[in-house]
């Protein structure tokens, strides 16, 4: 052919290798594995909807990131969470679902946004909801099951929650109300910015006074030593605050009931400024940061969600309360990856069968299609290359046994074959053995 | 929210509901361990590509069927296929891979085509390469990995296998090497139109002479009984044409390697008339239909592919051969799907733990959270319905046990337990003793 295409990737996006696809794959399916221990069903829906299905649902950010296309009259968009979809499948497949609908779904989400550390433009959500009950035990049924994937993919993780009704209590009392979304926006930034600059914005973005600021950082400053005495300080500050101490109470019986669940309470701190970005929540929210100080820095969170109960309603006459939670699973991949934590293999072959030259012998091709059949990942070397490359291939795909089925072998109806860790060689096997050695050495 | 946004899906697009989802994750689990037991490794690649890599690559009817748009100044594209990603990957990637490179890819792809039956506009691929070989044992371990896994999902097959160098070399005798890529075309409908449809389109699409159309079925008309016969009429047609008779000996070098390699021969056949519509194929290819009647209907072929020389080279100046093939995982799935083949579950839970209203007891939170440590995928109601409801619920969604921790059992520190399936109660049960009876039955 004449003339090359540049084989370019899109900025933003990336290829997966073999070791980082086969480490996404087992952390996705020790995923599965708690989601569905915890009751949930996987589903999926579209990669494109249209535009109107997504726009104005999460946040003005998420509409701008949106990529958006006309697909003959049809003005579309790539999903950007897997939230807005789910109320959208709910409205459409009502009457085939069942109620209280526990689902999972993990499945790539595209947002236009400037990539930074571990944030792609395409990505993978790992996302659970429970839709159709408005109680509290909902919440904790989701906060727990995300804490135990979590501790499953054996990372240490400290869940912060907060309750929208406090805050959005504390604001109406303020007068404030109608900035509320706009004040959460900034507070969710004061972990990131600090306590002065996030001030200052209050008063030059969302044009609050010096007053109302001391007075939203009244809240903020409840956050005590332990949830006991946040509780504590909470429900002084929300006397004669009905609408506050509704927030506070969810507070309180949401932690009562991670715990009755089994969730151990140094996993999960109350934080007075977790607002999450989104319009839609309503009630409990909360994000997971990493425990490990060598792996969380710059992070952000790596697990969020909360309750959320008019998002169906935009798409039906239901109303359909709901909460959820998702899992950034490729920040946590990217995070691990940067500080060297995946150490997998880039093959799950566990046999190479060496070429020994000439045309691959009956012989040979007999072996690799039995130690298959006997569940053993077997690949022969399809080349005619030197030994010292096809042990170079061996150990680079990190496969553990090479096996030798040369003319010798035949002649003798045995196989040699090289433990390549231990450097080990066992001649003279039977195929019985040979199945043998290698299935109690790689189980 | 004032005004309702329709809940609508995009033509040619489908949700899918936790029982397909569940079945869809059963077979590609099945098929993902068949790939990894040939040794085959996970890779990935962006949704969107550039334009400029996919373009041109497949066929003209691919191009049409490009869902392509500007993000910014970049005119980009979803990938259509996995075999043009595969191709760019292995440019971009070159340095970082093991050669001969066995991947296997499986996710979605995106074409603008009018919907058919099985046939979607968001489908998903399920694809496997060996890059960098051109030994004739990697057309075959394509082979058989692909009938291994159709084996593996219990979906009796019959693979139709030729050699483009049969077709083109023939073409090329008659002077028809220009059109030979229009002349397959029409060829390929052979089995969908009938043989006198394609012999007038040969003449009035293709403008090939009435004389030139006889020619063309002298090589079709070496179809014979078996295998074998088949082989021998090509012998025969091919004598003093060193072109094709490379290519007929390469269909019976596959034939064999297969059969060494454990392929039944009954599943494998000589099909003159395949010719697939790609243009990039070489050698080998193959096309694969369901055995059984009622399912393969109108289906199409459920698995192909074949040897491409010449793919890497658009994006490289490596000339890297590569065979490949595909499984069309969906529209094996709407073929079950219709057949009413389709017999799982909505949901992997086991037990039920029934509300038996008021607030859910400390005791009925305690036990769900032990039979999930224990392995056993668990849900707790968490609305206060009546009993005949919870029931309900168990039933449509499939989950076998229902448990009681209400009063009574808290009060003796016991549980009951009742099988849906088959209506057995068992009163009085220790925690000891109500895990032990529900991983017997379910395992």
């Known amino acids: ?8 990737v899109l900025k933003g996006f990336r290829d997966s290798l073999p070791k980082e696809s086969i480490a996404r794959a087992r952390m996705l399916q020790t995923i599965v594995s708690v989601f569905e221990n915890y009751g949930f069903s996987p589903i999926d829906t579209p990669a494109l909807e249209y535009t109107s299905t ?47 609908f526990r689902r999972y779904h993990i499945a790539p989400v ?38 135990s994937a979590l501790d499953a993919l054996k990372l240490g993780h400290l869940m912060r929650v907060n309750s929208r009704k406090v805050s959005n209590g504390w604001f109406k009392e303020l007068g404030l109300s109608e900035k509320s979304a706009l004040v959460l926006r900034e507070l969710d930034k004061l972990e990131k910015v600090g306590r002065d600059k996030v001030r200052q914005d209050l008063i030059d973005k969302v044009q609050t006074s010096q007053e109302e600021v001391d007075r939203i ?18 429900s002084s500050l929300s006397q004669n605050h009905p609408d506050i101490q509704l927030g506070v109470e969810e507070l309180g019986q949401h932690l009562r009931l991670c715990g009755e669940l089994g969730l151990d309470e140094n996993l999960i701190e109350i934080d007075l400024s977790i607002a999450r970005g989104l319009d839609y929540y309503t009630g409990i929210v909360f994000e997971t940061d990493l425990k490990e100080d060598s792996i969380k820095e710059g992070l952000g969170s790596i697990a969020s969600g909360g309750r959320y109960d008019n998002l169906v309603s935009r798409f039906s006459s239901q109303e359909l309360p709901g909460v959820g939670a998702s899992i950034g699973l490729d920040r946590i991949l990217a995070a691990l990856g940067e500080s060297g934590r995946i150490s997998g293999q880039e093959s799950s072959t566990k046999v190479l069968i060496f070429n020994m030259g000439g045309d691959i012998s009956h012989y040979a091709l007999g072996i690799v299609s039995e130690l298959r059949k006997a569940g053993i990942n077997s690949e022969i070397f399809t080349e005619s290359s030197k030994l010292a490359g096809q042990f170079k291939y061996a150990e680079k795909k990190g496969i553990p046994f090479v096996l030798f089925a040369g003319e010798k072998e035949q002649n003798a109806n045995t196989f040699s074959i090289k433990n390549i860790t231990t450097g080990e060689q066992m001649d003279d096997l039977s195929r019985t053995s040979l199945v043998e050695k290698v299935r109690s050495t790689i189980s």
């Not at 052919?1 to 370019?8: F, H, P, Y």
């Not at 990505?123 to 995300?146: H, K, N, R, Y």
């Open 110 to 147: 595209w947002r236009g946004e400037n990539p930074q550390r571990g944030r792609f433009r395409e990505f993978i959500q790992c996302d659970l909801d429970i839709i159709g009950s408005s109680s509290p035990l909902t919440d904790a049924e989701v906060m727990l099951a995300i804490s």
């Open 217 to 234: 950082f009244e809240l903020i400053d409840c956050q005590g030593q332990s949830n006991k005495e946040t509780l504590e300080k909470l």
């Open 54 to 100: 997504l726009l104005g649902s999460g946040s003005g950010e998420t509409d701008k990131q949106l990529f958006r296309f006309m697909q003959g009259k049809r003005d579309v968009a790539m999903r950007f969470d897997l939230t807005i979809p789910l109320a959208r499948y709910v409205a459409s497949n009502f009457s085939k679902l069942s109620f209280p």
């Open 1 to 8: 052919m004449s003339g090359k295409t540049e084989a370019r």
